[in-house]
């Protein structure tokens, strides 16, 4: 699984282009999201400076990955996505190993190409829709019931969905298979043989597993 290098550093966007508005958004962070950037992205737990906040808002790539995750980089749990809303620069983003039920907040990150939210308690892609620059998305160990998000985007070159509740494998169309490389949908309890021949057979997309 190779992450593709991100673009070089942008300006922060409108939202937090003056320190004052950085800082009050830190202020305004939920306590688990302060201790994550200090922890994954900041390196201290110290008050952040006036580079570390500009730094944050221009990086185009973030990772967090949670206590049992490999190369963990936090030592505690993320439960949702709250301090993410708004990061438009970003072009990767991993929150892996966490207790996310929800990503709605990727949903103005037209930028991004990499999203690695595996090993979550995600419910629902939504929020995905309008990424159209997305180009690997991994959401296995999840609780998704659906791929109907990801019906539009085409750029995808690698998808992993194993080991979620789906039933069905709508969402994925022929638009797919011309950038499409790598499909792991197995293993899911939930999909019959018939759903997976169909994908295979009339969309033409093989089905593989992890």
């Known amino acids: 699984m190779t992450i593709e290098p991100a673009s070089s550093v942008k300006p922060c966007p409108p939202i937090a282009d003056t320190h004052a508005k950085r800082l009050k958004w830190w ?3 939920e306590p688990q999201w302060r201790a994550a950037f200090q922890f994954a992205f900041f390196g201290h ?5 006036y580079e570390d906040l500009e730094a944050l808002w221009q990086t185009p ?3 967090f990955a949670g206590p049992t995750a490999p190369y963990a980089n936090m030592s505690f749990e993320l439960t949702n996505c709250s301090g993410l809303k708004g990061m438009s620069n970003l072009e990767a983003l991993m929150i892996m190993h966490h207790k996310l039920s929800s990503i709605s907040e ?3 990150m037209t930028h991004l190409k990499t999203l690695f939210v595996n090993n979550n308690a995600i419910e629902s892609l939504e929020g995905i829709e309008k990424l159209k620059k997305l180009e690997q998305l991994f959401v296995q160990v999840n609780n998704i019931i ?4 990801i019906r539009d985007l085409t750029n995808l070159r690698q998808l992993y969905v194993s080991l979620n509740p789906l039933k069905s494998l709508n969402g994925l ?3 797919h298979t011309k950038a499409l490389k790598a499909f792991f949908c197995l293993p899911n309890d939930n999909l019959t043989d018939r759903e997976i021949m169909r994908v295979e057979r009339t969309v033409g997309i093989r089905c593989r597993s992890l």
């Open 146 to 149: 659906s791929l109907e998000p």
């Open 61 to 63: 790539t973030l990772r």
């Open 45 to 49: 737990s110290n008050q952040p400076s």
């Open 106 to 108: 990727v949903a103005d």
């Open 27 to 29: 202020m305004e962070l």
């Open 173 to 175: 169309t022929q638009k």
